[in-house]
Each structure stands twice: as C-alpha cells, then as structure tokens.
Nanobody, 116 residues
Framework: QVQLVESGGGLVQAGGSLRLSCAAS????????MGWYRQAPGKQRELVAR???????AYADFVKGRFVISRNNAKNTVYLQMNSLKPEDTAVYYCNAGSVSADNYWGQGTQVTVSS
C-alpha cells in the first residue's frame, strides 16, 4: 500500500505561482510513476503531468511551458511548480502513484483557485 498526502494548494491571482507537494509513504519502492491530475467542477479528471521512475516527464498540452513536475527521491516527494496560472487552472489537484504491479493510488486532493 502507498499513502499520498498533498499540500500547497490555495488561492492565487492570475499570473501567479503555486507549488504543490505530494509526500508518499508506505511501499514507496513499488512506485513506478507519479503524476498530478486535476478535476474542475462538472468536468472529468484529467492528467496534468507525470514523472516516471527513470526521470522522464510528460505534460498535458495545456500546461506545457508553465508547469514543472519534479521529485525528491530522498523525501519520497513529488512537486508540481505551477507558474503563469490562469483562471481555467482552477480545480482540485490530485496526486497519483502507479506501482509496478499496476496498483493505483490517489491522494485526497488539494484545491487550487485562480482569480481573474
């Protein structure tokens, strides 16, 4: 089992920045990929960015050039640096971890609100 705890959400003006953190605990050695998803009211949950154990990253087109995903292996923590935030980035952001055995884990979510 893997437990994920997100932090760092909040209210920010358009053009501002936030950094989200996701701390993993439990069977962290089984994690193959970690990512950030988001879900806005009335919309489906969508992938924002992910980072694979080897370090490769991938981003949704709508955040390329603005968001950066990174990790600190010593702290079992993944970060999402969000810059140039837009009102349409407003959503609940969820941390996700996928294990080598295809188990899927989710954090509780953290609210990000961008005011215009």
């Amino acid at each position: 089992q893997v437990q994920l705890v997100e932090s760092g959400g909040g209210l920010v003006q358009a053009g501002g920045s936030l950094r989200l953190s996701c701390a993993a605990s439990g069977s962290v050695s089984s994690i193959r990929v970690m990512g950030w998803y988001r879900q806005a009211p009335g919309k489906q949950r969508e992938l924002v960015a992910r980072i694979i154990s080897g370090g490769s990253t991938a981003y949704a087109d709508f955040v390329k050039g603005r968001f950066v995903i990174s990790r600190n292996n010593a702290k079992n923590t993944v970060y999402l640096q969000m810059n140039s935030l837009k009102p349409e980035d407003t959503a609940v952001y969820y941390c996700n971890a996928g294990s080598v055995s295809a188990d899927n884990y989710w954090g509780q979510g953290t609210q990000v609100t961008v005011s215009s």
